[in-house]
């Protein structure tokens, strides 16, 4: 695709059950993020994945949270056992390699725990 | 760890006036690359202009500038002849040239345009 795809754009979850986020990169693009944004707020890291090594999870605010990445293209972020504060815009982004690459960011899945 | 700091949650500014977003951000390395990106109501993210560490002159983009000093670890955004289109969240960012490492935010200054 032209752009970063997330999926769903909205989701609305009962507390306690488990939901998977999901994002279609940039085709080509070796790194890809995870972030979380509280209303209003900023951009909390959660995960990061570059080509085949081993994903920064420095982010992840607990076990209930995981990601994975198959093929080195989509990418799925699972949020077990939902608790209301995590509901929030979760963002997703990819570059190409390079430093200089910027990031290009997905339009975000809205997830409201209630 | 690097950290990046925007200091100001909130600025506004009259339309056509020009307005001044701060960052400031914390590393030991010597090359590395800052990026400021908006977020829209619409929020979708873009990249409104990106900084070399190892190139001294400012980088510019239209009415998009930067203040890039080094030595005082500071990176600002220079908005010219602000456009109403120019509300947003704007995030600085940063990233090491030396390792592969994610893109590290500041937490965003939100911008208003007064009409």
């Known amino acids: 695709g032209a752009g970063v795809s997330q999926s769903p754009s909205n989701k609305v979850t009962e507390k306690g059950k488990d939901v998977e986020l999901r994002c279609d990169p940039i085709?080509?693009?070796?790194?890809l993020y995870w972030y979380r944004q509280s209303l209003g707020q900023g951009l909390e890291f959660l995960i990061y994945f570059q080509g085949n090594s081993a994903p920064d999870k420095s982010g992840l605010p607990s076990d209930r949270f995981s990601a994975e990445r198959t093929g080195g293209s989509v990418s799925t972020l699972t949020i077990q056992r939902t608790q209301q504060e995590d509901s929030a815009v979760y963002l997703c982004?990819?570059?190409?390699?390079?430093?200089?690459?910027?990031?290009?960011f997905g339009q975000g899945t809205r997830l409201t725990v209630v | 760890a690097q950290t990046v700091t925007q200091s100001q949650p909130e600025m506004s500014v009259q339309e056509a006036e020009t307005v001044t977003l701060s960052c400031t951000y914390d590393?030991?390395?010597?090359?590395?690359?800052l990026f400021w990106y908006k977020q829209p109501p619409s929020r979708q993210m873009i990249l409104v202009i990106r900084q070399e560490a190892y190139k001294q002159q400012n980088a510019t983009e239209n009415r998009f500038s930067v203040n890039f000093q080094k030595a005082a670890k500071s990176f600002s955004l220079k908005i010219s002849d602000s456009q109403l289109g120019d509300a947003a969240m704007y995030f600085c960012?940063?990233?090491?040239?030396?390792?592969?490492?994610?893109?590290?935010f500041g937490k965003g200054t939100r911008l208003h345009i007064l009409p």
């Open positions: 085709s080509g693009h070796t790194a």
């Open positions: 982004a990819s570059s190409s390699r390079g430093f200089m690459a910027e990031a290009f």
């Open positions: 590393t030991s390395e010597s090359d590395y690359y």
């Open positions: 960012a940063y990233r090491s040239a030396n390792r592969d490492d994610k893109i590290i």
